[in-house]
């Protein structure tokens, strides 16, 4: 074999097999190894909706520089099941190489792998069995054939189990290290010495860091930004923020509560939210289903509540672990009868950290529910992210009355007209602020009314605060070439995925720009003019029909100008997806970039 | 002093139970000292779910059914209310039903009043799930709460009065309020509230109500003995009032809140307080 060693700036793993496995750990580890060597990673997970079994994998990427999408072509493909080989071997080229359990035999007829990349097989799931008695060490057997591969130093291995295992006692992590020594046996039978692997692992950061996924950063910016209540029921893929806020929120006198149903979590949250509380709930599309009342109630009755939608596959049931942007009509359409209402979008976990804070900001200074729209991919996939700056966070808790306020003002009506449609509040439990909150249509005391002069009043002054908001609403940013006439919009996890595009068509001559909204309700005129600016306008997103073009064209996007990217087949956009289309659009011939 | 709204008139019928309910409660508050401004009433939709605009305090219109996960959520976030739930039977055992049961077993430290009249009354007249076979088109068996409560071993106090006995009414309603106000979570009084429009009971419960409080020998700590008389008292047609079962358990809010802070939302959070807090939570994140 060749011993020229290649600098290592854009890596890309898959580890697959069955369901329990232990693919996402031993990715979770080379993630942490990576890091350790400078550069930046992001992973991916593909799950199914059961415990164990099926074929699910786990992606890393490793990159000199930034990278939050997985990149189109796999350099190693760690496999502990030959259907996981046929699975992604289309994914493969002639420089990959294929690391596979070889324990039940070779790989059979019609494996799919290209011709010319290099397949090693290893018995990982034999000597897992020999040595432990559990099959399940052959993902730790496993990491020091990958290691060598790649170049890792062994002493690191060690050192990334020792952080990793130790925790879990001193039997596992005994085990699992002997499982790496019978790891770098194997790779020396199979000619991986420890001088043999493929790299040179020079990456550039140093600075200390975060390994954080969406969810994290929601969970986290919400508890910074002085949220202390959160409700929720269990549901793929939004758990992890109710999981960590369980494990973090107590710490600071704040309460979780795990609801029998989503219709208990969000009246809980609204309970909550009435006592003055910066409260907040996490669900995705079948759970905000039925929430749908308890919506049109926070905007009628005016109380302020963060509401998150970690998209997944719809509708119904759907595709429980799989990626869609398919509720942006329910965020921002749903629930009966005219009420205001905004709809953040973040594109990466550090957003997703600083739009909690924005999204409860927001809901307090303008008594309405505040969604954030994320995806299974923003929410699920692990980033590197540098350190928050905590000092610079504002928590804006709006037009609140306290005591002396109270006492001071002639009269506390809960719903008095104002020109900007907020009425003070004062949190129950004041002496002197006794009040009627309801979503029945009221009179300024909060008094049931069905006087129509007085509904038009009610209904403007609320429907007032989508203009007052503007100012607070946060702007978009632009990337790429400002004059280029290619566009693209996108949110969620297309944002890493349109950037590498960006690059990718660089190379070949065509510059694009792209503009990402994060505020998708209302929208700010800075969508549709874009559309405008751009002769053409890509809308990359997963939804089978276009619901975001839609809404921007129903904003006033130039219609003409924007042409679809759609994904709806459960699975995450490459950015060679993107680039293929938009070169054949243009009639341009792709040339090989080395 | 701040003017605040001005208690409405009742929009109930003449002669509606629920007057009695209100009487009770106002009466209750009253003599238990409790001010308007640490009151928080959450009501439920329909007839009853209008009685937080007839008193002081700070009232809330819940969504239909929602009644107990709102109080929940109150309670939970500000434990230094009062909190008490108001609805019917509708309301808390239909379209709320589920919750009900969960917020036994959470034992929230909540006061929970339904007016039981067996009818839908605002929509004129529909059977409820407490109506009787027979009553209307009616087919099926009616559902008894108190039973369901004793079924669920977190209850702690489940007590039934009828606003045509308004002495024991308001003695079980004050036993309500200071059982949860004493940390001991949730007391349910269901309050027998005919509906003289659509299902004018006065009559009929007038001689098939059971005071359980005056009978010798029986013990409302006795969660076993209490669902067998129940049952026994069911089968002979009666409607058991008073105290039927009490018990000893802390409230959700005693074991869900950290005392080391204020109350969530009592709590600065606007300021630089749990600044360290919040950087040592970062720190589980960096690698």
């Known amino acids: 074999m060749s011993t020229a060693k290649r600098q290592l700036e854009d ?96 790989l059979p007829e019609g494996h799919g792998v290209p011709a010319g990349a290099r397949v090693i097989g290893v018995p990982l799931s034999r000597h897992a069995v020999r040595t432990f008695r559990r099959d399940i060490y052959k993902n730790s057997i496993s990491f020091a054939v990958i290691g060598r591969l790649l170049g890792l130093a062994d002493a690191d291995m060690r050192t990334s189990f020792e952080k990793r295992f130790g925790r879990r006692g001193a039997q596992a ?97 609204i309970g909550a939210a009435l006592t003055g509380t910066r409260t907040m709930i996490a669900t995705c599309g079948p759970g905000l289903s039925l929430m749908q009342e308890g919506i049109g109630q926070l905007g009628m009755a005016e109380i302020p509540l963060i509401v998150v939608d ?43 950290f600083h739009l909690a804070v924005e999204a409860g900001n927001l809901a307090e200074k303008y008594q309405c529910p505040v969604f954030m729209a994320l995806d299974q991919g923003l929410s699920q996939n692990l980033a590197t992210v540098d350190p928050f700056d905590l000092e610079k966070v504002v928590v804006d808790r709006g037009k609140r009355l306290d005591e002396q306020g109270l006492a ?18 004062a949190a129950p439990g004041m002496a002197g602020g006794m009040s009627l909150v309801t979503g029945n249509e009221h009179d300024e005391w909060g008094l049931v009314s069905t006087d129509p002069v007085n509904r038009v009043k009610m209904m403007d002054k609320r429907q007032r605060k989508l203009e007052s908001m503007q100012p607070d609403l946060p702007r978009a940013v632009n990337h790429g070439v400002e004059t280029a006439d290619i566009g693209f919009v996108g949110v969620g996890m297309t944002y890493g995925v349109i950037l590498e595009a960006i ?75 993107i680039v293929r289309r938009v070169l054949g659009d243009l009639g341009v011939k792709e040339v090989e970039v080395a | 002093m701040t003017t605040t709204f001005t208690p ?97 077993k959470r034992n929230p430290g909540v006061t929970y009043i339904v007016m039981n009249n067996g009818t839908y009354g605002l929509t004129k007249g529909q059977p409820s799930p407490t109506a009787p076979v027979g009553y ?23 007590a039934r009065a009828y606003s045509g006995a308004p002495a024991q009414l308001l003695e079980l309603t004050k036993a309500a309020l200071e059982h949860t106000a004493a940390g001991r979570g949730m007391s349910y009084l269901e309050v027998l509230s005919p509906c003289v429009t659509y299902n004018d009971t006065y009559r009929d419960w007038r ?40 018990g000893e358990r802390p409230a959700l809010e005693e074991l869900a809140l950290n005392r080391d802070f204020e109350a969530p939302a009592l709590q600065d959070v606007a300021g630089p307080a749990a600044l360290a807090g919040y950087r040592e939570a970062m720190q589980s994140f960096m690698r």
């Open chain 1, 503 to 577: 690059d990718l068509l660089a190379e070949q001559g065509v510059y694009a720009q792209y503009h990402q909204p994060r505020t998708l309700f209302p929208m700010l005129d800075e969508t549709p003019t874009f559309t405008r600016r751009c002769k053409r306008t890509y809308v990359v997103e997963y939804s089978a029909t276009a619901q975001l073009a839609k809404l921007i064209v129903a904003q006033g996007g130039e219609q003409a100008n924007i042409h679809n990217i759609l994904k709806y087949d459960g699975t995450p956009m490459r950015a060679e997806e």
């Open chain 2, 207 to 246: 001689t098939s109500v059971y005071d359980i409080d005056a009978e010798a020998g029986y013990d409302a700590g006795n969660r076993a003995q209490a669902f067998v008389r129940m049952s026994e008292l069911r089968e002979q047609g009666r409607l058991p009032l008073g105290l039927v079962y009490r």
């Open chain 1, 11 to 106: 890596l890309n793993v898959i580890v697959s097999g069955q369901g329990g496995d232990g693919s996402l750990t031993v990715i979770n580890i080379l993630a942490d190894v990576l890091r350790g060597y400078g550069l930046r990673v992001y992973t991916e997970r593909d799950v199914l909706s059961r415990i164990k079994g099926g074929i699910t994998a786990a992606t890393l990427r490793a990159y000199n520089g930034e990278r939050l999408c997985i990149g189109s072509d796999i350099d190693l493909l760690v496999a502990f099941d030959v259907l996981a080989v046929k699975k992604h071997a289309y994914r493969l080229n002639e420089r990959s190489v294929v690391i596979y359990d070889n324990s039940g035999g070779g």
């Open chain 2, 136 to 158: 209307g088109d009616n087919i099926e068996e009616d559902l008894d709460p108190i039973m369901l409560g004793l079924s669920i071993p977190g209850s702690t106090f489940l």
């Open chain 1, 408 to 425: 001071q003002a002639e009269a506390y009506r809960r719903y008095a007209f104002s020109d900007d449609g907020v009425s003070a509040f």
């Open chain 1, 173 to 269: 992590l005994k085990y699992n290290l002997d499982a790496l020594t019978i790891g770098c046996s194997l790779a020396d039978e199979a000619g991986l010495t420890t001088d043999a692997g493929m790299y040179d692992i020079v990456g550039k950061e140093t600075r200390p860091h975060m390994l954080i996924t969406g969810n994290e950063a929601v969970a986290f910016g919400f508890l910074v930004g002085g949220g202390r209540f959160f409700a929720g029921y269990p549901i793929t893929p939004s758990t992890d923020i109710m999981e960590w806020l369980v494990k973090w929120m107590p710490k600071f006198g704040g309460v979780v509560r795990q609801a029998e149903d989503e219709l208990s979590a969000v009246n809980m949250a």
């Open chain 1, 310 to 352: 970690a998209q997944r596959g719809g509708p119904s049931t759907g595709l429980p672990t799989k990626p869609e942007q398919s509720d942006i009509n329910l965020m921002v359409y749903g629930g009966h009868g005219d009420f205001p209402r905004v709809v953040l979008a973040p594109g990466t976990p550090e957003e997703c």
């Open chain 2, 8 to 104: 409405a008139r009742p929009i109930w019928c003449a002669g509606c139970g629920d007057f009695g309910v209100l009487q009770a409660l106002v009466n209750a508050l009253e003599e238990l000292g409790v001010p308007p401004h640490k009151r928080m009433v959450i009501a439920g939709i329909g007839c009853s779910g209008s009685l937080q605009n007839n008193l002081s305090c700070y009232g809330y219109h819940a969504l239909h059914g929602r009644v107990l996960p709102t109080a929940t959520g109150a309670k939970l976030a500000n434990p230094e209310l009062t909190v008490i739930g108001v609805g019917g039977d509708g309301d808390g055992y239909a379209i709320g039903g589920g919750h009900l049961m969960h917020a036994f």
